[in-house]
């Protein structure tokens, strides 16, 4: 069994992208059975030069080996000038996902204390992510991390739209 406290948290390089899309079609299955009516079955969503972009670092949770075996994609988000808002900063957990061979191990408590560290080292007083409402086990592990329901958005389906 691998030990968290073997596991490390590096920023991701253009070779561990082939790893990082497979992760990521984990979260899009994940998606896709709680929502197929929102979720496509595996979409190749994140651009494959996204290493490079510094608001939206990328980073690979690896074993002693360095296998990846997590990544966490963050987002530091500005808001100015809004009417209605207070000029405000913050960072983004854009994505999380822990290899299913390796979850309920500590490593996605571990990526998520990462993000926390990293908003505090670049002064970012609070840090946001969206989850689905379905997915109770990311609802219950953002929970017991302390994560707030900030707001909610509400659906409706159209009845005569939805049965065509």
């Known amino acids: 069994m691998l030990n968290v406290t073997d596991i490390t948290i590096r920023p991701a390089k253009e070779p561990d992208i082939p790893a990082i899309k497979d992760l990521l079609s984990q979260i899009v299955q994940v998606h896709h059975a709680l929502r197929p009516d929102i979720f496509r079955q595996f979409h ?25 075996v997590g990544c966490i994609w963050l987002v530091v988000r500005h808001e100015r000038d809004n009417s209605l808002k207070i000029d405000r900063d913050w960072l983004v957990i ?4 822990v290899d299913e061979k390796y979850r309920r191990c500590g490593i996605g408590q571990k990526m998520v204390g990462f993000a926390v560290s990293f908003a505090r080292q670049m002064s970012l007083p609070r840090v946001e992510l969206n989850v689905y409402n379905d997915n109770l086990n990311a609802v219950k592990f953002y929970e017991r991390y302390g994560f707030k329901t900030q707001k909610r958005v509400m659906e409706f389906d159209v009845p005569a739209l939805r049965e065509q």
């Open 44 to 68: 190749d969503s994140k651009q494959s030069t996204f290493c490079e972009d510094a608001d939206s670092p990328v980073f690979v949770a690896v074993d002693l080996q360095d296998n990846i």
């Open 94 to 97: 854009d994505d999380i996902c």
